[in-house]
């Protein structure tokens, strides 16, 4: 008999996101994302952090600040980074688990790179233009999303 506390499909796809965004140096915003196909196949993870090349010390991690200042020119955020990083190049009908529902600016390219749905678990920016916009944009697009839904499945292990 197989045992019946198993990780969901969900509970899954979302803990790696969630284990993803803990590689982010971000001090104050760590985001991940995981893209997994129709196969529940794991296509590609990101996080929020520097472009490649770019050095982490080298660049501001401030959220205060104005323009070349602040972190908000230069970080690429986790969905991005999980569309980029996708060996095959190839995320159409795909859905996205994100820590933090998309920016406007993801959301576009998740709406060009085809992936079908977005689960996310965390709205904090509801009421922001940016996330207002990312959702227009998707319902326009027909780009599901919905609210990881937990379990309460506690998820432990040491390094």
């Not at 520097?50 to 986790?78: I, Q, T």
């Not at 996708?86 to 933090?100: D, K, P, Q």
């Amino acid at each position: 008999m197989k045992r019946d506390n198993y990780l969901s499909w969900d509970e899954y796809f979302m803990s790696i996101a969630m284990l993803s965004a803990m590689r982010s140096k971000d001090p104050s915003t760590q985001v991940g994302a995981c893209i997994v196909n129709k196969d529940n196949r794991i296509q590609s993870v990101g996080y929020n952090g520097m472009p490649r090349c770019c050095n982490d010390d080298e660049f501001p991690w401030e959220r205060d600040g104005e323009g070349l200042a602040s972190k908000y020119l230069y970080v690429c955020h986790a969905e991005l980074n999980a569309i980029l990083n996708s060996g095959t190049g190839n995320v159409r009908g795909c859905i996205c688990y994100t820590t933090l529902f998309p920016c406007n600016e993801c959301a576009k390219a998740i709406i060009q790179s085809g992936i079908a749905e977005v689960v996310y678990m965390c709205d904090k920016y509801s009421e922001s233009d940016s996330v207002l916009a990312s959702k227009r944009m998707f319902d326009t697009a027909g780009v599901k999303y919905r609210l990881y839904n937990p379990s309460n499945k506690e998820i432990s292990f040491k390094l």
